[in-house]
């Protein structure tokens, strides 16, 4: 189909799919076979074929309806970029889940038609349970007219409709991340983890998260725009089997295997792979490899959230080797294939940095910081004083710029958010050189932004005004950091989670009836993804299952907004650390909590000094105080942004 269809074209070729198939419906997901937050442009399906450029969301079409749901970080940016006259907006949380709607909608007996490699098998069995009370089955589409789990290849629909214009495939460079970043040698971690395999009385792993098998392996790449990672799966095996290996061979022997392309690797990372001992295969032999280990009596261990159901057929469990409506998900795993379906050692181990990498991300964020004071001081005078005209599209543009200038910067760490007015209310706003507002002194700006260097990952959020805020402005903004400070400020016991300190960002806003809709923390990669589990801080029951622990890297980001007129967030990335000695708490267990290493200023004037106690002006004198001392040496040579950083840093 040609690139400039619209979307109401492409879903209705899609429909004609859909009569072909014999199906009524069929499910787009944002994923990729790897379950990733953010894909490479070839699977951004979910974008193609409803216009919406959120990374999260699920669209779902039927024969006459088409419905996309996504959560409360996108309500506002999904209501400007769909169609209406094609697409139906559902809110998660807001209106009824998904399989409610599918049972609403769909009768008895009906097809929904997906693609293996690109539902997660957690997904899966979520949705098939609550659909087959209904009798509706989910279908996997062969690449055939036949729909059966077992067959040997699978067609996308959306790939169909989309043709010749999808993307390739990406092949970036693999590269070493080398020890002096990363701190600890591949042959090290893959050790740590044959122990927990060990541990768990398993005899393979399969590996899938992108960013688990470049930490585990200290590689690095560039599939994923932002996100140093590239496609590929990695097994792992306990013992080493006692036969050969050639290239020609689809029997996995040795110890570790890595599936992406050979040819893309450098001849270091092939040097390094080496080393490790480690064999390389086709990206696409992982489903071949997996029948034949299969047919041992070898205990699998999987990722449910990030093994797609290709894999999970290939692996032969019990939920794949049934009828479309099939048994509920309580069965899973009780078929001849043992396993073990839990997250992987790997996610723990990488949250868990060590101390090169905490070096790493301290002095990443110093940098980081030179860059964005710059920028805002840079910023401030050109309106001001030079009375230019800067859109959000420039802004964006200009911070990118100084920070491509830091030592060690690869690339930003996510698509800036520069966003004034009422765009700051759109959670994920991203600009664009047509369409971008123009920055005055009337409005809130935020920037919302970071980096990837070679050894750390920053974000980091500050909402300014170059102008004179209105009083309910400076009240939310005020409140807003005094959540920050509560959160960053708290003490915890070991084994307190992410979802039990959620509630101390929140409690300023939620005493004036106001609260943010996103979480208000995520974990960091180093020089990795910037959105990195399992640690989060959240009132989602997933941030209760990760109890944070030292070492950990983690946002600290209450927000507020309102839609048509402004938002405000205000963010900084805290390193988990003890904070009490065991000698002095409980059951002499040291308490945890938070170190802060963004070093950028607190917008003076959305202040309201009325709202402060004298313990939050003591802690935003202190934190200045650091700034000042830590990032003005580093810019001593710049008088623009000396005298911006000493006026920002007053004590209050």
């Keep these: 189909m040609a690139p400039n269809t619209s979307i109401a074209e492409r879903v209705e070729a899609l429909r004609q799919l859909l009569v072909a198939q014999k199906l009524d419906a069929y499910l787009v997901p944002s994923e990729d076979a790897h379950a990733s937050e953010y894909v490479c442009e070839c699977f951004q399906r979910r974008t193609f074929i409803t216009g919406f450029t959120g990374s999260a969301g699920t669209a779902l079409i039927t024969r006459d309806r088409a419905f996309l749901y996504t959560d409360g970080r996108y309500f506002v940016q999904a209501e400007r970029e769909l169609d209406p006259n094609v697409w139906e907006l559902k809110k998660h949380l807001v209106d009824p889940p998904l399989e409610e709607l599918v049972n609403s909608v769909l009768e008895s007996g009906s097809r929904i038609g997906f693609d293996p490699e690109t539902l997660s098998i957690s997904a899966f069995n979520k949705l098939r349970k609550a659909l087959s009370v209904q009798g509706i089955g989910l279908v996997p589409v062969s690449g055939t007219n036949g729909n059966d789990m077992g067959a040997s290849s699978y067609s996308n629909l959306v790939d169909r409709v ?118 390389t295969r086709p990206y696409d032999a992982i489903a071949a490899d997996l029948e034949i280990m299969v047919g041992t009596q070898d205990r699998v261990w999987y990722d449910p959230t990030h093994t797609n159901c290709l894999i999970g057929q290939k692996l032969r469990l019990a939920e794949f080797q049934c009828s479309e409506v099939g048994p509920d998900a309580s069965k899973m795993g009780t078929g001849s294939r043992s396993i073990l379906a839990k997250a992987t050692p790997i996610g723990l181990l990488k949250a868990r940095k060590n101390e090169t990498e905490l070096a790493g991300m301290r002095s990443a964020h110093v940098r980081d910081a030179v860059a964005l004071c710059r920028f805002l001081a840079l910023l401030e005078h050109k309106l001001k004083v030079e009375q230019a005209s800067i859109d959000e599209y420039q802004a964006a543009q200009l911070v990118d710029s100084l920070r491509a200038q830091q030592e060690n910067f690869v690339s930003p760490s996510f698509p800036t958010i520069s966003s004034v007015g009422p765009n700051a209310a759109v959670i994920h706003y991203r600009p664009h050189a047509d369409s971008a507002r123009r920055i005055t002194s009337n409005e809130i700006y935020l920037v919302d932004s970071g980096g990837q260097y070679l050894d750390g990952t920053t974000d980091v959020t500050r909402t300014v005004h170059f102008g004179s805020p209105t009083a309910r402005e400076r009240e939310c903004f005020t409140r807003v950091l ?171």
């Design 162 to 279: 989309w043709g010749a214009a999808r993307p390739p495939e990406p092949r970036s460079a693999v590269f070493p991340h080398l020890l002096c970043f990363a701190g600890e040698s591949a042959t090290s971690k893959v050790q740590r983890v044959v122990a927990e395999m060990e541990r768990n009385n398993v005899d393979w792993l399969v590996v899938c998260a992108l960013d688990e098998i470049t930490w585990l392996l200290n590689l690095r790449g560039n599939d994923i725009e932002y996100n140093p990672v590239f496609l590929a799966y990695v097994l792992v095996k306990r013992q080493p089997m006692a036969q050969s290996v050639t290239k020609e061979s689809t029997t996995p022997m040795g110890d570790l295997y890595l599936y992406t392309a050979e040819e893309r690797l450098e001849p270091a990372a092939v040097d390094a792979l080496k080393e490790l001992g480690a064999r």
């Design 482 to 652: 005094k959540g920050y400070i509560q959160l960053e400020q708290a003490s915890f016991p070991p084994g307190t989670t992410g979802q039990q300190l959620d509630i101390l960002a929140r409690l300023p806003l939620w005493s004036i009836g106001r609260d943010y809709r996103h979480g208000t923390g995520h974990g960091v990669g180093c020089f990795l993804n910037v959105h990195e589990g399992p640690q989060m801080i959240s009132p989602r029951s997933a941030a209760g299952e990760t109890p944070l622990e030292p070492g950990m890297t983690i946002t600290n980001e209450p927000g507020y907004y309102e839609d048509g007129q402004f938002g405000m967030r205000f963010e900084n990335v805290l390193l988990v650390v003890p904070k009490l000695a065991a000698d002095h708490c409980m059951d002499q267990k040291a308490y945890l909590g938070f170190e802060n290493i963004t070093l950028v200023p607190v917008e003076r004037k959305l202040l309201d000094h009325k709202l402060l106690t004298e313990h939050e002006v003591r802690w935003l004198d202190a934190y200045h105080e650091r700034i000042l001392k830590t990032v003005a040496p580093l810019v001593a040579e710049d008088p623009l942004t000396t005298q911006w950083l000493r006026e920002q840093c007053r004590p209050l």
